[in-house]
């Protein structure tokens, strides 16, 4: 039973496809409320990165308290939590949608519903939110908000008669949907002297406070000073500060009760001590059980990360810790390549997820990184038994040893304009996809599952999927398990030399195709050497594609000029400097966007 | 006194008109300058009149541009002023480079009674259409007969300058272009591998895909055949670009691979002199009026340190066919070559770009085509 003080709350969070307006419409509710004057407004608050933001995407859950005087007078406390969108952070989503009661549907009224619409409301109806579809941008010319309310109703079987028809971007009817969030979404409930279980969504780094957790308590209370217990973790800490977000800043209020969401701050170092999805508990009243729905996550892709520089290393590794306090799915440990020498062997949630990061060290870091081609994890089955996973194509023994290899296969959910249908068809076949269904959404749209291997999405599978639909498909993947599968490791050798940054593994039938690419990518991208440069694209002995970079035939400056020797020397220098930059493998030396280059071969 | 030896380089900044290959610092239609120029040259001489005292002149060379653009009077003038500020060896070479067409046997005549004694004459090319191409404003014809004239004038030491690897230039042509030169028998000659600049005619044409450059193949074809002609012609190889009968090797470019000091007078010139190296600015108009101002208007003065000038020893040393001496290197710096940079000559040597014979590091056949491969490894 609801307490009247609990009667009086709603936690609830926003899902939508990217670009829908999911984070506008957070800032409509939190300006119309009051937590923002107009005045006060910078675009999009919750979205704190210069990522989210460029990318109009949000990767770290955010949350914010509102009071919303409604219209029977009473004063409702809502709690907004802004959920990350992507799929690569589904666990995320799941947690952040655990800690709501309902959950507010943007769908763009011109776009309709998207591959990640449906991911997440299938999400949000296995924790029983209560969804309010709300239809966003009927501005735009090209809105059909009766097309959309009925693609809603079609596809995902919700009432969306009373949806409101808003335009989050310049603020039309945003009432509604704060008066439907009182009337709809349902109050928490749970008893306040019951031992405390809260939920963590999220948590960050702050370097004053140490880590900052979100959680939803569910039941009891905490108050500062309280003794608290991860139940997963085991890890125990004392409240130093307790209270509830506002954008940007924090309200310390000494207590949260069940019901509430809020943050706790208790001295912690380390991120990796507040899981995502673990239950805080008290130490000296610890409940009998924690939350359920907990789960450590683990990577899908992988890939090196190398300094441009060597010298380089050290900063590279400062980089990723300070990101990984704040990212606990980020995993890395060191690696060696010969061609690229000292670097680390990075795992990440999915394909955003990589970039991301790599973005965000190139960005926020300042690095000049080199990557290697992704990889996913494979199932090994040697000869005698053993079975093992691999991450690094370099580690896959030899062939004889092995008996047989898995990969991990996803199920892949395409949306896509009826008159794409036929491209579609024919990527996802060359990408090993088995066509599993095709559902028509409404008359111009329809949804295609296949069952492909994931080491087909991770190259420039959503590159290829933009340009073979004018960028109109969408995109979403789960992991299903493993599967059996004819695979070879595909080795690039120069020179008589095998590149270890370039190997990579691949199915058997897509080896030659893929191979002759990269030998035509290295061709344009590494430099005329003295000698002749063979590139050859191997799988065990054999080769299956060959290229071959003319020697170049002179290098020198043949006039020295007017005595003006500072400007031969900066030439020289010049070279020098593009030199170092070089990676020296066996005779040949590489440019780094060589190793580049062989990552988008569509 | 025992004095310093040094060089003197004087640039004169006018041309007739632009060649599309050139970016020296040389410009047409500023011929107007030219009298107020020659007065801030002769300034600029004056104003190095304290340092003077302390050093002999063991070469001069007046370079451009085209100096022999300007009234024979101003080369004579400033002949006299070099002569009146500085101390001139006897037996000094003194250069200056002409372009045919512009030459006359008065000109020939006033250069050689100044003193001058070698004359260095811009023919690149033998063929009217490749002179054409390359912006040139002269015939094979005009050369020939500025020859002639400075044979008469008594110049007995003539180079001409060569350029090979031209867009759609073919072996028969450059070998007609030696041959042409070769019968007249100059004393010196300087044959350049085309280098396309930013900033040229050639330039902007590379960038908008009008000029396909040469192979590389063909390029080299050129090269080494030169080398293989004028070795029977009996032209000593003695710099990667340069030939010369013996004895006749051309002393003042010798001085800037050696790392020999020299004063650049005139805009845009460049000087190593008392450690530093700098330029002095490359504008017609502001040289001439800081000069006015009774100040050398210096850019880019960089003090070369020990570790530099061992760089540079290397480098233009390797230019030298004759190659660098150990023993002078240990003189020089009282260093070891090897403990420096032995793990890179051992490397350059194993790449057979570079040689040691008879107490000399030298560039090898190989190591001519890619010299800046070499190079580099010292920097």
């Known amino acids: 039973m609801a307490s009247e003080r609990q009667k009086r709350i709603r936690n609830f969070c926003i899902i939508a496809h990217i670009d829908h307006g999911k984070s506008t419409l957070a800032d409509r509710l939190l300006e119309k409320t009051g937590v923002l004057t107009e005045r006060e407004m910078e675009d999009q608050v919750l979205d704190n990165m210069d990522i989210e933001r460029e990318r109009g995407i949000t990767i770290k859950a955010q949350a914010v308290r509102m009071v919303y005087k409604a219209a029977d007078g009473e004063e409702y406390v809502f709690n907004l939590i802004d959920t990350p969108g992507h799929v690569d952070f589904n666990y995320e989503v799941s947690r952040s949608l655990a800690a709501c009661e309902g959950a507010v549907l943007v769908v763009d009224a011109a776009q309709g519903i998207?591959?990640?619409?449906?991911?997440?409301?299938?999400?949000?109806?296995?924790?029983?939110?209560e969804i309010m579809p709300v239809i966003n941008?009927?501005?735009?010319?090209?809105?059909?908000?009766?097309?959309?309310?009925?693609?809603?109703?079609?596809?995902?079987?919700?009432?969306?008669?009373?949806?409101?028809?808003?335009?989050?971007?310049?603020?039309?009817?945003?009432?509604?949907?704060?008066?439907?969030?009182?009337?709809?979404?349902?109050?928490?409930?749970?008893?306040?002297?019951?031992?405390?279980?809260?939920?963590?969504?999220?948590?960050?780094?702050?370097?004053?406070?140490?880590?900052?957790?979100?959680?939803?308590?569910?039941?009891?209370?905490?108050?500062?000073?309280?003794?608290?217990?991860?139940?997963y973790t085991g890890k125990e800490f004392t409240v130093t500060e307790i209270g509830y977000m506002r954008p940007g800043t924090h309200f310390p209020t000494g207590e949260?009760?069940?019901?509430?969401?809020?943050?706790?701050?208790?001295?912690?170092?380390?991120?990796?001590?507040?899981?995502?999805g673990d239950t805080i508990t008290l130490s000296d009243n610890p409940a009998k059980e924690p939350l359920p729905g907990y789960k450590k996550v683990n990577s899908m892709v992988f890939c090196g990360?190398?300094?441009?520089?060597?010298?380089?290393?050290?900063?590279?590794?400062?980089?990723?810790?300070?990101?990984?306090?704040?990212?606990?799915?980020?995993?890395?440990e060191p690696e060696s390549s010969v061609a690229l020498g000292f670097g680390f062997r990075c795992g990440f949630l999915g394909l955003l997820h990589m970039e991301i990061i790599q973005e965000r060290l190139e960005r926020e870091y300042n690095l000049d990184l080199v990557t290697t081609a992704p990889s996913v994890i494979y199932k090994i089955i040697k000869t005698d038994g053993e079975v093992f996973d691999i991450d690094n194509p370099t580690n896959l023994p030899p062939v004889a040893?092995?008996?047989?290899?898995?990969e991990p296969i996803v199920k892949a959910t395409i949306m896509v304009p009826t008159e794409y249908v036929g491209n579609i068809m024919d990527l996802s076949q060359d990408r090993r996809g088995v066509y599993k269904d095709m559902k028509y959404i409404d008359e111009g749209r329809v949804m295609l599952t296949y069952e492909m291997p994931l080491n087909e999405i991770i190259y420039d599978f959503f590159d290829a999927l933009k340009s073979r639909t004018k960028g109109y498909a969408s995109f979403d993947y789960e992991l299903l398990g493993y599967k059996e599968s004819d695979l070879v490791k595909l080795d690039i050798v120069l020179n008589g030399d095998i590149v270890?940054?370039?190997?990579?593994?691949?199915?058997?039938?897509?080896?030659?195709?893929?191979?002759?690419?990269?030998?035509?990518?290295?061709?344009?991208?590494?430099?005329?050497?003295?000698?002749?440069?063979?590139i050859q694209a191997c799988i065990g002995g054999k080769i299956i594609a060959r290229e071959t970079v003319k020697a170049y035939r002179k290098d020198v400056l043949a006039k020295c000029y007017g005595g003006d020797i500072t400007r031969k020397k900066k030439l020289l220098e010049k070279q020098k400097e593009g030199k170092k930059r070089m990676r020296q493998v066996g005779t040949v030396e590489i440019p780094q966007e060589a190793f580049m280059s062989v990552l988008k071969l569509d | 006194m025992n004095t310093k030896e040094i060089g003197l380089y004087i640039h004169i900044p006018f041309c007739k008109s632009k060649c599309h290959y050139c970016d020296f610092n040389s410009l047409p239609g500023r011929e107007l300058h030219i009298p107020q120029y020659f007065e801030a040259l002769k300034k600029e001489l004056q104003l190095y009149t304290t340092k003077a005292k302390n050093y002999s002149i063991k070469s001069i060379f007046i370079g451009g541009g085209t100096p022999s653009l300007a009234d024979p009077e101003h080369i004579t003038n400033i002949m006299y002023s070099c002569r009146e500020h500085f101390n001139i060896k006897k037996n000094a070479e003194i250069s200056i480079e002409t372009n045919p067409g512009t030459l006359s046997f008065e000109k020939l005549a006033a250069y050689k009674s100044s003193g001058i004694n070698r004359l260095s004459m811009g023919l690149q090319a033998w063929q009217s259409h490749i002179?054409?191409?390359?912006?040139?404003?002269?015939?094979?014809?005009?050369?020939?007969?500025?020859?002639?004239?400075?044979?008469?004038?008594?110049?007995?030491?003539?180079?001409?300058?060569?350029?090979?690897?031209?867009?759609?230039?073919?072996?028969?042509?450059?070998?007609?272009?030696?041959?042409?030169?070769?019968?007249?028998g100059p004393e010196h000659l300087s044959c350049y591998s085309l280098k396309i600049e930013e900033g040229t005619v050639f330039g902007e044409k590379l960038k908008s895909g009008e000029l396909n450059q040469i192979d590389d193949d063909i390029d080299r074809e050129m090269y080494h055949s030169t080398i293989e002609i004028l070795s029977t012609k009996g032209y000593n190889h003695y710099e990667i670009s340069n030939f010369a009968k013996p004895g006749y090797e051309c002393r003042h470019n010798l001085l800037y691979w050696k790392i020999d000091e020299y004063i650049g007078l005139g805009a845009g010139a460049h000087s190593y002199f008392e450690g530093n190296r700098y330029n002095n600015v490359c504008s017609i108009e502001r040289y001439i009026a800081a000069i006015g101002q009774n100040e050398i208007p210096r850019e880019n003065v960089q003090w070369i340190d020990k570790k530099d000038s061992i760089s540079e020893f290397i480098i233009l040393g390797l230019r030298v066919m004759d190659g660098i001496s150990l023993s002078e290197f240990q003189a020089k710096f009282s260093e070891d070559i090897f403990d420096l940079f032995g793990t890179q000559i051992d490397k350059l040597s194993e790449a057979?770009?570079?040689e040691l014979r008879e107490g000399k590091l030298k560039l090898t056949s190989n190591g001519l085509d890619f010299a800046n491969q070499v190079f580099v490894e010292f920097i």
Request: glycine share 6%; proline share 3%.
């Open chain 1, 500 to 534: 270890d940054a370039l190997s990579f593994i691949v199915h058997r039938e897509k080896a030659y195709t893929r191979g002759r690419r990269i030998a035509e990518k290295l061709k344009e991208t590494i430099h005329k050497q003295q000698f002749e440069i063979p």
């Open chain 2, 352 to 354: 057979k770009l570079l």
């Open chain 1, 401 to 406: 040893e092995i008996e047989r290899m898995e």
């Open chain 1, 114 to 129: 998207e591959a990640q619409t449906l991911a997440n409301v299938y999400l949000a109806l296995e924790h029983n939110l």
């Open chain 1, 305 to 332: 990360i190398y300094p441009a520089d060597g010298s380089k290393y050290g900063d590279l590794r400062d980089a990723l810790e300070k990101l990984q306090l704040n990212d606990a799915a980020l995993s890395f």
């Open chain 1, 256 to 276: 949260l009760l069940a019901g509430e969401v809020g943050y706790i701050a208790a001295s912690i170092k380390n991120v990796k001590d507040t899981r995502v």
């Open chain 2, 131 to 184: 002179l054409n191409y390359l912006g040139r404003i002269h015939s094979a014809e005009d050369f020939v007969e500025n020859f002639n004239q400075a044979r008469k004038a008594g110049f007995t030491n003539i180079n001409a300058d060569l350029i090979f690897g031209i867009p759609s230039q073919t072996m028969e042509e450059w070998r007609h272009t030696l041959t042409g030169v070769v019968n007249l």
């Open chain 1, 137 to 231: 941008k009927i501005d735009l010319p090209s809105a059909q908000p009766e097309v959309v309310k009925k693609e809603i109703e079609d596809v995902i079987g919700l009432d969306a008669g009373d949806a409101p028809l808003i335009s989050a971007k310049n603020g039309i009817n945003i009432e509604d949907v704060l008066a439907n969030a009182v009337l709809k979404v349902p109050c928490p409930a749970g008893d306040e002297d019951a031992p405390l279980r809260a939920l963590i969504f999220d948590s960050y780094y702050d370097s004053y406070k140490g880590v900052i957790v979100y959680i939803r308590v569910k039941e009891g209370k905490v108050k500062v000073g309280d003794s608290i217990k991860m139940m």
